[in-house]
């Protein structure tokens, strides 16, 4: 938060010449005190503006995990240039089995899914490790097929003519 403080600057010229005083004031040769008020306007610096961050998480990199304990893989072959961090979850994609990091145009797997579950994707620009998420040009998806950990399972992320798997939009997590 920018805090802008305004300053008043004043300037009171006093000047009194006195040439003979008398107990009535000042003689008639005497000149009067004069005062005067200046006030500029305040001075603001100029904030430069910060560079846009463009921070990733390595290729691969499991950034969360809370339960990795079944037999099932997922391999993600990103296609597309932009990163995506890929949620497999059984239920909420707040509270995912894990989440892996692909890297534009690369390919990761993640091993250890247990039961059935579900695949969401993030996609975006600045990955914010502390949030979970990008923090600009974001997307949130979900395939509309379950998965099971009884097979292993690759995904393409690039649309094509002829593939099998459509996804939907979905809110925020």
Excluded: H
């Excluded at 009067?32 to 008020?37: F, L, P, R, Y």
């Excluded at 391999?75 to 909420?92: F, H, K, P, R, Y």
């Excluded at 993640?110 to 579950?117: A, E, P, Q, T």
């Amino acid at each position: 938060m920018f805090k802008r403080s305004v300053f008043v600057v004043a300037v009171i010229a006093v000047s009194a010449v006195v040439g003979g005083c008398s107990e009535s004031g000042l003689s008639s040769g005497g000149t009067s005190s004069a005062s005067s008020v200046a006030v500029s306007a305040p001075v603001v610096p100029e904030v430069p503006s910060l560079p846009l961050l463009n921070r990733r998480a390595g290729n691969g990199e499991v950034v969360q995990q809370a339960g990795l304990v079944g037999a099932g893989t997922l391999t993600i072959d990103n296609g597309n240039s932009s990163d995506v961090a890929v949620v497999v979850a059984n239920g909420n994609p707040a509270a995912p089995q894990a989440t892996i990091y692909v890297q534009g145009n690369s390919q990761a797997t993640l091993s250890g899914i247990d039961g059935s579950y579900y695949v969401y994707l993030k996609t975006g620009t600045d990955w914010d490790q502390a949030t979970l998420s990008f923090t600009r040009d974001r997307q949130f998806q979900k395939f509309d097929d379950v998965f099971d950990a009884g097979s292993d399972w690759e995904i393409t992320l690039k649309p094509s003519i002829g593939g099998n798997a459509s996804t939907s939009d979905v809110p925020a997590f």
